[in-house]
């Protein structure tokens, strides 16, 4: 089958999918993120002419993300602990909570960590710190427990399962030639530049911003890579990553992916094993309520900041309580503003000018995810095992992780699969990706998810039996042509308030949100 009649073939699913009804017993809704507490602030809705009350504190952190969260550990570790955490949300985490569904427990957003370098030094001793890491015999190893098992990842195509996410088999020599080219092409790049996570540790050398001046795939066009499997496995690690396709993120980002880490590795060249990622069953969900359980009554949920502003003694930071429902203003030595710069900028008083400018820049990729219980494994397609990341080719979405995956009972029994559906621009989705997200019903994501995961799975239908879908409508920072550029390399800190978010980085991963948390909260209580 070639490519164009499997991607019509797709299409034709999905179709198919709108008109048959799903099964009846499937239940579900939307869950995880209240929205109307982000538009409330947006339209204005929760400002007050004077508090309800006034609280003192040494120092208050904006925002309960994994930036936060990380700032707050390190005010701990440096003996601070006269401070307070605001969240809008009902827990902690960000885009790195978990859920459960079924009493099963599953990631809301990001579902894995990457082994991180020696670049990224601030990670490393948090994985010790949660005895994740430890030196034997003087080397590091990793708790094999909290290791992806095997098999890792499998593809989709052409009507079986195969091993790894690059489409190998009856692709062509032109295809594998290609692949092996682009694996070259990566290694020279990281011979020219030091490409590093978290960002901020490695400047920005003209190389790295002459790859941010455009975009990948017109650095890809210019290079001759053209083989239309290549260019799927390179949109598909963009979405993955970024939210959005090669043709919308800058080819800094696109080689980024790869030449940070262990650059990228052509099937049959013998080195394409797969680099090692800690993941649990609630995703990153694992980490995040290990960062949060130690604050206790200093960790303040459900908490909306309107206001962040400078004064002769301090900083005010003025807060809606969800609870009270009343306006409470916290006053403080320091803040540390651990939010998206596009909220940032919406809530400080006379915002510096890297805040605007930062703002003004940054667009970001709507994301849904979607936790599918199944009363019984699925039936399978042939080729290879049940992997932890399954990915149909050629569909809307990344695919799925499955949540009993590294579960040490062979038993069969019910278990959750998360669905992940990037919505930022790409050649799936040219429209407005929140618009849809925002005003889509429940059903019709529904709809789609079967339609695409009864590819591989014919029985999807009757073992599912609960949908619980999260939506988030600024989910990560797109790096877009020229941001890197903008953004440069450090957050500001002005005044008496220090900038943290993985926003500053230019995209959105747990090591860069992290480091620049932990590093606002060292600069807070110098």
Not at 28 to 55: M, N, S
């Amino acid at each position: 089958m070639r490519r164009r009649d499997f991607v019509g073939a797709t299409a034709g699913a999905f179709a198919l999918g709108g008109c048959s009804p799903p099964a009846a017993e499937i239940t579900g809704g939307f869950t995880g993120i209240d929205i109307a507490r982000g538009h409330a602030l947006r339209d204005g809705a929760l400002r007050a002419k004077a508090p309800a009350q006034v609280r003192r504190t040494r120092a208050v952190i904006a925002g309960g993300g994994i930036a936060g969260l990380a700032a707050a550990r390190a005010l701990r570790q440096s003996g601070v602990e006269d401070f307070v955490l605001l969240e809008l949300e009902d827990t902690a985490g960000g885009n790195s909570r978990g859920g459960a569904v079924g009493g099963i427990a599953c990631p809301l957003g990001a579902h894995y960590l990457p082994v991180p370098g020696d670049d990224a030094p601030e990670v490393q001793d948090l994985l010790e710190e949660f005895g994740l890491r430890q030196r034997v015999a003087g080397r590091w190893q990793y708790n094999e427990r909290h290791l992806c098992h095997s098999p890792q990842e499998r593809i989709f195509f052409e009507d079986e399962w195969h091993e790894g996410l690059l489409p190998v088999q009856g692709v062509g020599a032109t295809a594998l030639a290609q692949y092996r080219l682009f694996g070259q092409r990566v290694e020279a790049l990281q011979a020219a530049a030091r490409f590093v996570i978290p960002t901020l540790h490695a400047p920005l050398s003209p190389t790295l911003l002459a790859l941010d001046a455009v975009t990948f795939a017109d650095w890809l066009d210019r290079e001759g890579f053209d083989e239309p499997h290549l260019r799927w496995y390179l949109d598909y690690c963009c979405r993955d990553d970024y939210g959005a396709d090669a043709a919308h993120v800058s080819a800094w980002a696109g080689i980024h992916y790869f030449a940070s880490r262990h650059g990228f590795h052509a099937p049959g060249d013998g080195s394409e094993e797969r680099d090692a990622v800690l993941t649990w069953p609630e995703g990153n969900g694992w980490l995040a309520r290990r960062l949060a359980q130690p604050l206790g009554d200093r960790l303040r949920c459900g908490q909306v900041v309107t206001r962040i502003a400078e004064t002769r003694e301090g900083v005010e930071v003025d807060v809606f309580d969800v609870t009270s429902k009343s306006l409470v203003r916290w006053q403080a030595e320091r803040c540390i503003v651990a939010l998206p710069v596009f909220i940032a900028a919406r809530v400080v008083e006379s915002p510096p000018p890297a805040l605007r400018n930062a703002a003004a820049h940054v667009a970001y990729a709507p994301w849904l995810v979607a936790n599918v219980h199944l009363r019984a494994p699925l039936a399978d397609r042939p080729g290879a095992a049940p992997s932890w990341d399954n990915v149909v080719y050629g569909t809307r979405g990344l695919g799925y992780v499955d949540a009993r995956h590294q579960t040490l009972d062979p038993t069969p029994g019910p278990t959750v699969l998360t669905w992940y559906r990037p919505l930022g621009p790409s050649r799936h989705d040219t429209g407005d990706g929140r618009r849809l997200l925002l005003e889509r019903p429940w059903s019709g994501w529904r709809d789609e998810l079967l339609a695409e995961l009864s590819l591989p799975h014919a029985d999807l239908r009757t073992q599912a039996t609960r949908i619980d879908i999260t939506r988030y409508g600024h989910a990560m920072a797109m790096p877009t042509p020229g941001l890197l550029r903008r953004l440069g390399a450090q957050a500001p800190s002005v005044g008496r308030l220090a900038f943290a978010h993985a926003d500053w980085s230019g995209y959105s991963i747990f090591e860069e949100a992290f480091t620049r948390g932990h590093l606002a909260g060292l600069a807070v209580q110098r």
